[in-house]
């Protein structure tokens, strides 16, 4: 009797891999557009939980004017701060405010990192909630916001 070795061949190794690639290169765009929706969700959550915040820190002090250093964007400072708002904070978007006065403000979720690629910009939200994109290429608002 004859011992044969079983197995895959090394045609149907480099069939399999070649399948694998596919599947991959078919896949891979899709993950991406995934991942940059998802960092913008957060990013929005991020910019929702601030706005609430600051409401009330207006409520306390009757002003904004000390959330944010000049020149502005800046960063803000002594608010958003809390542990709720920490864990929203995410690498792709920096969250820095746009202007801001006594009675107003406008915050800025700006892209960094990989984000840079998101074609709806830099997300604003103001202190009345009012929704803009900055630096958006020919994106409605509704697909962003």
Known sequence: MKNRLTGFSFIELIIALAIISIL?????????QHRITANREQAKQLLQACAAELSLYHKTLQSYEDIALRPFPSQLQNVCNTPHIQTLKHESYQLKALSVNQHSYELVAQRQGTQIKDSCGDLVISQHGK??????QNTSLEDCW
């Open 24 to 32: 991959t290169l078919l896949a891979y765009p899709s993950y991406v």
């Open 131 to 136: 929704k803009t994109l900055l630096n958006s």
